[in-house]
């Protein structure tokens, strides 16, 4: 996610980074991989908004995240802004939530004990 919000915040200034935006744009399929790990300020979120904007209706989106939608008007400090992404993301979707045990956890208790 830093690296998608690096591009965007650059996207204006870098012609690499614009081009990297458009490509991830064109696609037709894109992953993201821990959303709302850490807070987004508001510039961010916006940036985050209009990217998912652009994909809606054009990209089928993958998301993985270790917080539910509830908790995202927290992380990204806006609830306007948050209610649209949410919007575009649950229309058309389907959510998989996932319980039990943390695989790298489980899989690491000779380092960390009983965890």
């Known amino acids: 996610m830093d690296q998608l919000l ?6 204006e200034i870098s012609r690499n980074a614009k ?38 209706g054009q990209a089928s ?3 993985t995240s270790n917080k539910g939608p509830e908790d995202w008007g927290e ?4 609830p306007a802004v948050t209610t649209a992404i949410l919007d575009r993301i649950l229309h058309r979707s389907e959510v998989i939530h996932l319980t039990g ?8 208790q000779t380092i960390f004990g009983n965890c």
């Open 19 to 56: 081009l990297r935006v458009n490509r991830i744009v064109r696609s037709d399929l894109v992953i993201l991989d821990d959303l709302m790990f850490m807070a987004l300020d508001r510039q961010e979120a916006h940036l985050f908004f209009q990217l998912i904007n652009k994909l809606y």
């Open 61 to 63: 989106i993958i998301l």
């Open 6 to 11: 690096q591009l965007l915040k650059t996207q």
């Open 101 to 108: 045990d943390s695989y790298r956890l489980k899989h690491r």
């Open 75 to 78: 992380l990204l400090g806006d």
